[in-house]
């Protein structure tokens, strides 16, 4: 019974002086790793207009179906259109699976992990919610 009970404060011990894990947050922020699963972000081409074709794999790849694509023949060509590209992120897994189907490369997965909210209809985003907020402010 003392063997246990020294090997116990022992451990206490050791452990009282090795270096924290625990971060200060909102003071200190977590810096995810490269292959982190945060919110998704669609790619734009140059004229800041979205490299999604709307062939709608995504959609019927999601296994919670949480993506809604809309889209329309393209006026300037043969193809589609998006007009309207939804995620419901009440319902998301970050599973990655939309990304990995992609033929255009036009999703991928962010780093952005703070999405708590305390209303429910900021967790649905659309097109504009999702393009890559870098593009947009090289261009303007």
Not at 24 to 47: A, C, M, S, V
């Amino acid at each position: 019974m003392i063997k246990a009970l020294i090997v116990g404060l022992w451990t206490t011990l050791r452990h009282f002086f090795s270096r924290s894990v625990t971060l200060e947050y909102p003071e200190q922020k977590w810096t995810p790793p490269d292959r982190f699963r945060g919110r998704h972000i669609h790619l734009t081409n140059e004229e800041r207009k979205p490299l999604c074709v709307a062939c709608g794999l995504c959609e019927k790849v999601c296994p919670s179906g949480c993506i809604t694509i809309e889209s329309e023949k393209n006026p300037d060509g043969p193809g589609k259109v998006v007009t309207d590209y939804r995620i419901n992120y009440l319902r998301c897994c970050f599973c990655g699976l939309c990304v990995e189907v992609c033929p255009k490369n036009a999703i991928v997965m962010g780093h952005e992990y703070e999405l708590a909210s305390e209303d429910k209809e900021s967790l649905i985003m659309n097109l504009d919610q999702l393009l890559d907020k870098r593009m947009k402010s090289e261009n303007q």
